[in-house]
Structures are given as structure tokens and as C-alpha cells.
T-cell receptor
Framework: AAGVIQSPRHLIKEKRETATLKCYPI?????VYWYQQGPGQDPQFLIS???????DKGSIPDRFSAQQFSDYHSELNMSSLELGDSALYFC?????????????FGPGTRLTVL | GQNIDQPTEMTATEGAIVQINCTYQ??????LFWYQQHAGEAPTFLSY??LDGLEEKGRFSSFLSRSKGYSYLLLKELQMKDSASYLC??????????WGAGTKLIIKP
């Protein structure tokens, strides 16, 4: 069965650079979530999109922005990178924000900021 | 504020049974999820409870008491591959997942 696809899987950047992470949800899933997970920490919700519109916002820094495109894929744009941005970034998708909104997670993008 | 509490770490023996507890205080409740996460990998769905009671799924069971804000994940016949972090997450009134910090389960032979 198709799963959530994230690219790239690994990314190394330097401070003050920019990075773009991509997420391709499971086919027919209309909701995408972005999470940041530092070492030994629980996933921190950043932002979500439903039908190409931002549906919720968590602890996403102002330096980050995201959008969902017409084909439902999503991109997380990160600018002025800081050392503290080094983390695993997970994308998850689901079929809307109904009662049972099981989120299926992608494999994650490991971002290292040097 | 919203809060999910679960033990930081637990140790159990291969073949035994372990229960991982989770207590929560959230603004609204639309279900509780348990996810398994191996180090460096994505969380994978284990169970979902929205009504009180026990949901059994093979070696794993999950229990919910909404009046007590309490859930547990029960793992039977532990295998070495069950060594992972187990994350409790509650869907709040906005259907946003509020995550616990996870319980690292260590299985010993």
C-alpha cells in the first residue's frame, strides 16, 4: 500500500541557509500535518493543511512557512536556519479532520544544521 | 493547559507482559491514540480509543477511562522487537493531536 513520501530523507545545511522539505500524502488523503521532533522529545506539531488551506497552527517559527498544493503535496520552507532547527521533521496525512483522524506518518527528513 | 503524562522509561523481560499508563488533561476529547516509534523512525499507529473500555488487537490492547482521563497500553508476550518508544496522543476539541513525551520500553532477554 502507498505510504507518505518525504524528500529528502537527509539534509545538511549551514546556519542562515534555507531548506525546503517536501511531503506527498497517501493518495486520497486531504490533510497534511508537519511535526518537528528533537532528539529524545515527542513530536511537536507545527502546522496542518486541509484541502489546500491552513487548518491549524502549532509551534511553527515565523522563519518557517508551509503550503499545500493542488495535488495535495505539501512543502515546508525554512529560512535563516539555526542550530536548534536540527531535528527530524515528520509529515503525516489523514482523510480530513473527522472524529477518527488517524495520522499516517512519513519516514521523516533528518535536518542537520551546522 | 493541556497535559499528557506517561512514564519516561520502562524495562521488561522477553515473553512477559507490560502495561504503559497515560493520563491526560486536554481541552476536549476526540479520541486517544497509541503510536509506536523505533529510534530514528516515524511513529506507527497502534490503537485508537474513543469510548471507555478495552480494545484488543493481537498482542496489544489499549484501555480508556474518559472519566479518569486515563489510558493504558498492554503488551503481551513481549518480543525483542517491541523495544521502542510508545507515544500516547489525545485528539483535542480542535482535532489536534496533543502528544505525550513517550515511554521508552526496554526489553531484556
Amino acid at each position: 500500500a502507498a505510504g507518505v513520501i518525504q524528500s529528502p530523507r537527509h539534509l545538511i545545511k549551514e546556519k542562515r541557509e534555507t531548506a525546503t522539505l517536501k511531503c506527498y500524502p497517501i493518495p486520497r488523503h486531504d490533510t497534511v500535518y508537519w511535526y518537528q521532533q528533537g532528539p529524545g522529545q515527542d513530536p511537536q506539531f507545527l502546522i496542518s493543511f486541509y484541502e489546500k488551506m491552513q487548518s491549524d497552527k502549532g509551534s511553527i517559527p515565523d522563519r518557517f512557512s508551509a503550503q499545500q498544493f493542488s495535488d495535495y503535496h505539501s512543502e515546508l520552507n525554512m529560512s535563516s536556519l539555526e542550530l536548534g532547527d536540527s531535528a527530524l521533521y515528520f509529515c503525516a496525512s489523514s482523510t480530513g479532520t473527522g472524529v477518527y483522524n488517524e495520522q499516517f506518518f512519513g519516514p521523516g527528513t533528518r535536518l542537520t544544521v551546522l | 493547559g493541556q497535559n499528557i503524562d506517561q512514564p519516561t522509561e520502562m524495562t521488561a523481560t522477553e515473553g512477559a507482559i507490560v502495561q504503559i499508563n497515560c493520563t491526560y488533561q486536554t481541552s476536549g476529547f476526540n479520541g486517544l491514540f497509541w503510536y509506536q516509534q523505533h529510534a530514528g523512525e516515524a511513529p506507527t499507529f497502534l490503537s485508537y480509543n474513543v469510548l471507555d473500555g478495552l480494545e484488543e488487537k493481537g498482542r496489544f490492547s489499549s484501555f480508556l477511562s474518559r472519566s479518569k482521563g486515563y489510558s493504558y497500553l498492554l503488551l503481551k508476550e513481549l518480543q525483542m522487537k517491541d523495544s521502542a518508544s510508545y507515544l500516547c496522543a489525545v485528539s483535542d476539541s480542535n482535532y489536534q493531536l496533543i502528544w505525550g513525551a513517550g515511554t521508552k520500553l526496554i526489553i531484556k532477554p
